[in-house]
């Protein structure tokens, strides 16, 4: 089983480009799912179909499907809020309170990621490709598992003493789940779309640095939408089209100047119709992957956190890819190391080793950032 998380910057063609994967796999005889989980359903259009929340056949081999998260918050979350409210209002709460302390934050897409890993499970698939929202909604989704276990623990860290109910423990594992198969990097994988532009490029390279930082594998980037080569060209237009193809050549080149794209990135020609129905979604893919596998990608599997003893302490690897204008905090908080880079913040849990260590000095390079922690006396 693999599974492909497709996302970028709104309006890149991440859902175009994620079809166009999903078709070429079962057109090579994978059994392939192709869900989104992005509000504006345009998965339906790529293939040309109507879609809903059960997968629908698409042809031999490959199905799609459409998650429909409000819906799920409408059905699934109401029971369970309810349940938690009652468990916290015998717990000695009052009414209002109880209420408070049952909205959850970012419930919609926590249980859209419900919904893809039940399909994942439930269904006969060799592969499933997942066309997810515009970034910053999946960076959130993404977050999410860890982040609700971290509220659900300062909320509800005293559920041995009232005895609250299984609802929340229940709620607990399966985010635990959620998070495993997130940050299992044999067999989930995220790759990032972007169009050659600054702007685009630059939130693609905060969110590599997010996704490493939350533990999750990136074995992809692709350039979508370049202007045709040079031969192709006729007429007067010929000219403002070597400008604009020129000017994505450098953005393309400064992004892997930037020791972040290769051997990550491929491209995609911009198309003069729009590319509609399988024909033309596996002509995109041909371009994209030739003869290729779309599941062979960059193969780095290495671990986020690795540790070092030197002298009087040790030395903790924090595997990073780091821009060189990137913006970096580090801040001992208990047992663990928060790290803050371009605004984006997690908690690295300490090894054992190292929680009684203080930390003496940090650097960066390409391999990300190296942490000096020196034995307390």
């Known amino acids: 089983m693999r599974v492909l998380l497709f996302t970028g910057k709104g309006g890149v063609g991440k859902t175009t480009l994620a079809a166009a994967t999903a078709a070429r796999l079962a057109k090579r005889g994978r059994k392939t799912l192709v869900v989104s989980t992005d509000p504006a359903h345009s998965l339906s259009d790529a293939f040309g179909l109507p879609l809903a929340c059960e997968p629908a056949e698409v042809e031999s081999s490959l199905h799609a499907a459409q998650v ?142 997010s996704l490493a930082l939350r533990g999750i594998r990136v074995d992809g980037l692709v350039a979508n939408r370049l202007v045709p080569a040079p031969g192709r060209w006729r007429g007067s237009a010929a000219a403002w089209l070597c400008t604009r193809r020129a000017e994505q050549e450098r953005v393309l080149e400064e992004l892997r100047a930037g020791g972040l794209a290769e051997p990550l990135l ?62 970096v905090d580090l801040a001992r908080v208990d047992d663990d190391l928060a790290v803050t880079i371009d605004g984006f913040r997690r908690l690295l849990a300490l090894p054992e080793p190292l929680r009684h260590c203080r930390v003496v000095g940090a650097e960066s390079d390409a391999r990300g950032l190296l942490v000096r922690l020196e034995k307390s006396s």
């Open 266 to 327: 491929r491209s995609v020609e911009h198309r003069a119709e729009e590319p509609v129905g399988l024909a033309a979604l596996l002509e995109i893919a041909n371009e994209l992957y030739g003869e290729a596998s779309p599941l062979t990608g960059e193969n780095d599997s290495a671990p986020l956190l690795r540790v070092s003893e030197v002298d009087n302490g040790y030395e903790l690897r924090i595997a990073l890819p780091l821009s060189r204008d990137s913006v």
């Open 68 to 209: 429909d998260a409000r819906g799920l918050v409408d059905s699934a979350w109401t029971t369970l809020r309810e349940q938690l409210r009652a468990a916290l209002t015998g717990a000695g709460l009052d009414a209002l309170e109880a209420a408070e302390l049952t909205v959850l934050p970012g419930v919609d897409e926590l249980l859209a990621l419900t919904e893809v890993r039940r399909l994942i499970e439930t269904g006969p698939w060799d592969s499933v490709v997942v066309d997810c929202g515009p970034t910053a909604e999946t960076l959130r989704l993404l977050a999410l598992p860890e982040a609700v276990s971290g509220y659900l623990d300062r909320a509800y860290g005293w559920r041995t003493r009232f005895g609250l109910s299984r609802s929340v423990q229940r709620l607990a594992t399966h985010l635990e789940s959620l998070r495993e198969l997130l940050t299992d990097r044999e067999t989930t994988t995220v790759r990032l779309v972007l169009t050659p532009e600054r702007m685009v490029v630059a939130e693609t390279r905060r969110t590599l640095t």
